[in-house]
């Protein structure tokens, strides 16, 4: 019996073992590419977790192969409180400085990253990698000032709402697809040329910008009031606020030529910091 538990208290310790070595070799590997490449964690507290995790199947090893060494036993176990401690208020401090907001792609497939400073409001987006890794991609327009608010408008698009400290209503997309193959580089403005609707809401792109009618109320955006993001979808502002988004949908084909038939659907997304659904608009005719 007494020996059975030996053998199973040996098992458990090397295995405790693995997993502390395994966290460790990860850390390192984690401080080498944020050095080379300015790889970063998808949240600034998995560092501090990662920490405290190691040190905790390292101690629990150290018990479990040391049986009779009870001194070792407590010392080791005074620095991994201390250790846990210190690692806690570190997570605690990191939580207070960065905001950090993760978003699952309705497929899981895409992960939507962005870190805001809380003193400053400056928000920046990463691009994830390997799961539990991000790259700084860019910083979002303007200060941020209150939550941000994310919507996905597809697998592979996700809307970023916002107040700046002038109180303006900001939109940032992220983009992870494209409909073109990949490819080459096209404007969704021209892609969408046409008349779209659904239901009372309308859109028509043409060469003059793009309009909105919504409840029989139009309003019409010049091109240089449309910013595009990526090759997914673009933002319409008025006086430099946002007031629409819209994007391309995953059953959308672009067009080899002008000549081509448009397939697939767009959604007109209102930028508000209500709860609000995108609607679904269907292609109608290209004028």
């Known amino acids: 019996m007494k020996q059975s538990m030996n053998r199973w208290a040996a098992i458990t310790g090397w295995l405790c073992f693995l997993f502390a070595a395994g966290l460790f070799f990860l ?10 490449f300015g790889m970063e964690y998808i949240d600034n507290r998995l560092f501090f977790i990662v920490n405290i995790l190691c040190v905790f199947f390292f101690a629990l090893s150290i018990i479990f192969l040391l049986k009779r060494m009870v001194v070792i036993k407590w010392i ?40 805001e400073r809380v003193k400053t409001g400056e928000a920046i987006y990463y691009r994830s990698y390997y799961g539990i890794l991000a790259r700084p991609r860019e910083k979002l327009p303007d200060q941020v000032s209150g939550p941000l608010k994310v919507q996905w408008l597809a697998n592979d698009i996700a809307a970023v709402t916002y107040r700046t400290e002038n109180h303006q ?3 940032f997309i992220g983009t992870y697809g494209d409909r073109g193959g990949g490819t080459s580089y096209y404007y969704v403005g021209a892609e969408i040329h046409g008349r779209w609707r659904a239901g009372h809401t309308e859109v028509v792109s043409s060469t003059k910008g793009i309009s909105v009618s919504e409840n029989r109320a139009t309003e019409t955006f010049s091109w240089d009031d449309v910013e595009q993001f990526g090759t997914l979808a673009v933002v319409l502002k008025r006086n430099n606020e946002a007031v629409w988004t819209l994007s391309l949908n995953e059953n959308f084909k672009v067009r080899s030529n002008a000549a081509a038939p448009t397939v697939g659907n767009i959604r007109l997304f209102k930028a508000s910091m209500m709860k609000n659904q995108p609607l679904t608009l269907n292609y109608i005719s290209e004028k």
């Open 76 to 115: 080791i176990s005074g620095i991994v409180v201390l250790f846990i401690i210190v690692n806690s208020v570190l997570f605690v401090q990191s939580n207070r400085e960065i905001k950090n907001l993760i978003s699952l792609s309705p497929d899981w497939e895409h992960m939507l990253v962005i870190k």
């Open 27 to 36: 850390q390192m590997g984690f401080l080498l590419l944020y050095r080379r």
């Open 169 to 171: 209503l900001q939109q």
